[in-house]
């Protein structure tokens, strides 16, 4: 028969027929511990693995849009920026925009898809008292691990950041208290996940940084120290909480999260006493392209590359891997007159080549819960909702 020991598992005397069923037994067990498929890899951090290690493994991602980072803003709640929602049930925000209450099938679907990475954004703002010291409510804590852990159990990456909350924050404070406001966050945050493994990952902001207060005037150079500064205090939170943080994997967000201002000289990545653990964060590497609705031109390709090749220049060519936080899930209404791909299936295949295959780029579709079920992901059927987008996540996310 088979027993554990604090080694693992070994043979004692048994029959034949046991012995056979006993070995495969520890066969599938570490089968999945090779995946990565166990809860027992939760916890996990491996020696010596760094930011390009895991972008090697994170595929493609999916945001679980409208959900976490849902809020009703106030100018009443100095600290929360938002306003109580329902009758104090944390589902209550986690469904205002829409979303459905997040559930273990929903995230499941999100693995069976393909998908290696899932992106959690939050607005730590809710249910936060009005008391000066910008303390994140437990519930929304427990609430958000519980997610968190489901992705990790299922063997993807956990990407989670403040979303929303730095722009209340960046906005309606002077710099000093939103660095400390910032700080304080961050803190509380990376200590509640300290024991999680690698597979979970820490985004410092969305796309705020390189903002200022409502009504101030700043330099360009200004902004753009501001912006290096939150992502410094970012990284000495998360490290000065010691634990698994230590050598945790972070995301410093670009300025706007914009390509052009990110591989710009004002931007510079944080200093980290960790090593090869940071990654950078842009969104939409098309996004010029999207909104002159020349999606699918010869212009857009060529856009494309001359955008990634700024990326690998700035970062992935020093060890810096590129993590594209945000990536269109549609271009139904952006297409160009004069298109060379034949729809906004063919266009996302070719994006998602070109950034993933080419360049090493982990693309992550925003995504948001629909009603009529037509989101790129249909969190009611656990599935991709479109059959061509579902093959190029199997291709490419592989």
């Known amino acids: 028969m088979l027993k554990n020991n604090k080694n693992g598992f070994k043979f004692v005397h048994c029959s034949k027929s046991l012995r056979i069923i006993a070995f495969f037994a520890a066969a599938l067990i570490f089968a999945g511990a090779l995946c990565g498929c166990g809860s027992s890899d939760v916890y996990e951090m491996r020696e010596s693995f760094s930011a390009s290690d895991a972008a090697s493994e994170m595929g493609i991602g999916i945001n679980l849009g409208n959900t976490f980072e849902a809020f009703y803003s106030s100018e009443d709640n100095l600290c929360a920026f938002s306003s109580p929602v329902g009758d104090g049930d944390f589902s209550n925000y986690e469904t205002c925009w829409g979303a459905v209450e997040t559930t273990r099938e929903i995230i499941d679907g999100m693995r069976d898809s393909g998908f290696k990475t899932v992106r959690v954004p939050v607005y730590w703002g809710n249910g936060m008292e009005n008391d000066g010291s910008f303390t994140v409510s437990k519930k929304l804590l427990n609430r958000v691990e519980e997610v ?209 295959e080419e360049y090493g780029f982990i693309p992550v579709f925003w995504d948001t819960n629909n009603a009529d079920g037509s989101s790129f992901y249909n969190r009611y059927e656990y599935r991709i909702t479109d059959e061509e987008n579902a093959e190029t996540v199997r291709k490419y996310g592989k």
């Not at 309606?172 to 597979?199: C, I, M, N, P």
Request: with cysteine; charged share 25%.
């Open 148 to 356: 968190v852990k489901w992705v990790l159990e299922d063997g993807m990456y956990c990407v989670i950041n403040m979303h929303h909350y730095d722009e209340r924050l960046i906005t309606h404070l002077e710099r000093e208290e939103a660095v400390s406001a910032a700080k304080t966050v961050w803190e509380q945050v990376a200590e509640h996940f300290r024991d999680y493994g690698d597979r979970l990952i820490f985004e410092g902001y969305n796309e705020y940084l390189g903002a200022v207060k409502e009504g101030l005037n700043a330099t360009d150079q200004e902004k753009f120290d501001y912006c290096n500064e939150m992502n410094q205090v970012f990284v000495d939170a998360v490290r000065g909480t010691g634990g698994n943080n230590s050598e945790r994997i972070l995301i410093a967000s670009g300025y706007n999260t914009n390509i052009d201002k990110t591989t710009s000289e004002g931007f510079r990545t944080p200093n980290d006493s960790a090593k090869d653990k940071l990654m950078v964060s842009v969104h939409y590497i098309d996004n010029s392209m999207y909104w002159s609705k020349q999606i699918g031109s010869e212009s857009w390709h060529d856009y494309i590359y001359y955008e990634c090749d700024r990326l690998k220049s700035s970062f992935t060519e020093k060890g810096i891997p590129v993590f594209v936080g945000e990536t269109t899930s549609g271009y139904v209404g952006n297409m160009a007159g004069n298109s060379e791909y034949g729809s906004s299936q063919d266009c996302i295949r070719e994006l998602i080549r070109i950034a993933k």
